[in-house]
């Protein structure tokens, strides 16, 4: 049950798939990211066939774009943010719910290091010019890592409520599915950066 | 009702195991963070070090698949074979993957400006 108190002697192996609710759960937010897979694999192709096109004199082009070192410090925050939500899991097999609540926390920070980062790096291409309506270029670029962006902004304010609406519970078979299903979302967060910064920044430098 | 479950306590011995098998479970996972952290490391220093971008292109793509496949299979516990449903949610996300990929390549292929 939903008050039914646990210990770490009496918490059960994949405590958040043993009830219904948990496998449900479980289930639910994978099939959610196979649809998620399509819709970013449409925005890649359309970024791929739309990158450096647009009007006749566009002074814009990828290759003198984007920046190196910003996209590496965010790469750096996004896969260590990956890593702190492992560890989250990990005190949650063990039933140590402080742990979970800090290392979530400590995700949560991560991630909002990068979004600033990203929102610097779309308010400096503003400003020199580069808005959404600039060209096909620009605004196949800000819908793909925009659209990246707001996946990061759902994934924090979900642990951000977490975190918050659980602080005097505690860990039981109710809730440890909904931070399973969180860490589940913030990982594949971290795939789709990882082809953006592949695809979008390292493969826009070589031009 | 869906939150119900058998409430049983674990024997010493198997609570000793347990806490073990999870610690021992962490430990590749953050070896497969270190791995991850490398291949990225890779990945930047061969677009820095400016050889031909016929030569880099396909060796980043192919590091950011490798990355791609530890997050899912590690990070995801996709490997996890007795997790409820898992062969389900392999089958959507690789069939996901197979139904946008043409999609893909039509779009990069045969759509011009």
């Known amino acids: 049950m939903e008050h039914t108190k646990f210990t770490p002697q009496t918490w059960p192996d994949k405590a958040e798939q043993a009830?219904?609710?948990?496998?449900?759960?479980?289930?639910?937010?994978?099939?959610f990211i196979c649809s998620d897979i399509t819709l970013f694999a449409s925005?890649?192709?359309?970024?791929l066939s739309l990158k450096d096109k647009g009007p006749a004199g566009m002074e814009f082009s990828a290759a003198e774009l984007f920046e190196l070192p910003l996209a590496f410090v965010m790469t750096m925050l996004l896969l260590t943010s990956s890593l702190t939500s492992v560890y989250a899991m990990y005190h949650l097999k063990n039933h140590n719910f402080k742990g979970v609540q800090i290392w979530m926390s400590i995700t949560v920070l991560l991630g909002l290091g990068f979004l600033a980062l990203e929102?610097?790096?779309f308010y400096h291409y503003v400003h020199i010019g580069f808005g959404y309506t600039q060209s096909a270029f620009s605004s196949a670029f800000f819908t793909l890592v925009g659209t990246h962006g707001l996946h990061v902004v759902i994934g924090l304010v979900w642990i951000v409520c977490l975190i918050v609406r659980n602080a005097k519970r505690g860990l039981n078979l109710y809730n440890a599915p909904k931070y399973y299903a969180a860490s589940i979302f913030w990982h594949f967060i971290d795939v789709v950066w990882v082809f953006i910064f592949t695809v979008v920044y390292l493969m826009?430098?070589?031009g | 009702m869906g939150?119900?479950?058998h409430v049983q306590a674990k024997s010493k011995k198997q609570f000793e195991y347990d806490r073990h098998h999870n610690a021992m479970h962490m430990r590749k996972q953050v070896i497969n963070f270190a791995i991850m952290i490398f291949l990225t490391f890779v990945a930047f220093a061969v677009v820095v070090a400016d050889f031909s971008p016929y030569f880099i292109k396909p060796v980043i793509l192919l590091l950011a698949g490798i990355?791609?496949?530890?997050?899912l299979y590690s990070f995801m516990h996709m490997d996890d074979k007795k997790a409820s449903h898992m062969g389900v949610i392999a089958t959507f996300v690789?069939?996901?993957v197979l139904i946008i990929f043409p999609v893909f390549l039509t779009f990069v292929t045969i759509i011009w400006w």
């Not at chain 1, 925005?43 to 970024?47: E, I, L, M, P, R």
């Open chain 2, 67 to 71: 990355q791609v496949v530890l997050q």
């Open chain 2, 3 to 5: 939150h119900d479950t």
């Open chain 1, 204 to 206: 826009g430098v070589l």
């Open chain 1, 43 to 47: 925005v890649f192709a359309t970024y």
């Open chain 1, 19 to 31: 009830t219904m609710e948990g496998r449900n759960k479980f289930v639910g937010i994978w099939i």
């Open chain 1, 119 to 121: 929102i610097y790096e």
């Open chain 2, 94 to 96: 690789w069939s996901g």
